[in-house]
């Protein structure tokens, strides 16, 4: 079954202590996303990615990093966690660019809370 | 910047046919359309996209005018399950490559009511 697949769904941690969420798909897909959802903001792009080794900034890249060291995997880190970045984050994957449908495929979410 | 605005909200009955649109005013030439629902606790699912004129597939139709400076979804016959937030979504090509620019509109909670 074509997935985007989120680790893990909840996660509550504290300031300061870094994190890692893990995002795979199993669809081949060049490009990936992170986004971030919150109440009358919508969704709001973190980071992306065009390919292997190709990383670029969104909309609110400031207290995030990625990395993308294989096609199936774009991991977000957040080095030093602040309460700023509780929020319910999204990874999207699509073939976008490849002349294929522009179509995102989201994983499940997971809802972050930094105390 | 391009933006996209659509209705913060929107009732509606069981059976009757839905309309949203999201206006798109600064839309560029090779600009497409997008609409995508999200149930709450879970991510966005593809609904439709589209580049001009219309565009109809098993669960929706989206309208875009001539101009393309806004565009309609089109639900026909909801159902209570169709309560959801519908969000629009104009991708724009930022280069000769193959980078894209997805500017998100903030999303319209369509409630369905028996």
């Known amino acids: 079954e074509a997935q985007v697949t989120q680790n893990p769904r909840y996660l509550i941690t504290v300031t300061g202590k870094k994190l890692t969420v893990t995002c795979s798909q199993n669809m081949n897909h060049e490009y990936m996303s992170w986004y971030r959802q919150d109440p009358g903001l919508g969704l709001r792009q973190i980071y992306y990615s065009m390919n292997v080794e190709v990383t670029d900034k969104g909309d609110v890249p400031e207290g995030y990093k990625v990395s993308r060291k294989e096609k199936r995997n774009f991991p977000l880190i957040l080095e030093s966690p602040s309460p700023n970045q509780t929020s319910l984050y999204f990874c999207?994957?699509?073939?976008?660019?490849?002349?294929?449908?522009?179509?995102?495929?989201f994983g499940s979410g997971t809802q972050l809370s930094v105390l | 910047l391009a933006k996209t605005t659509q209705p913060i909200s929107m009732d509606s009955y069981e059976g009757q046919e839905v309309n949203i649109t999201c206006s798109h005013n600064n839309i560029a030439t090779n600009d497409y359309i997008t609409w995508y629902q999200q149930f709450p606790s879970q991510g966005p699912r593809f609904i439709i996209q589209g580049y001009k004129t219309k565009v109809t597939n098993e669960v929706a139709s989206l309208f875009i005018p001539a101009d393309r400076k806004s565009s309609t979804l089109s639900l026909p016959r909801v159902s209570l399950s169709d309560t959801a937030v519908y969000y629009c979504l104009v991708g724009r090509k930022l280069n000769a490559g193959n980078n894209r620019k997805l500017i998100w509109g903030l999303g319209t909670s369509l409630g369905v009511n028996p």
């Open positions: 999207a994957s699509s073939s976008l660019g490849t002349g294929k449908d522009e179509k995102l495929f």
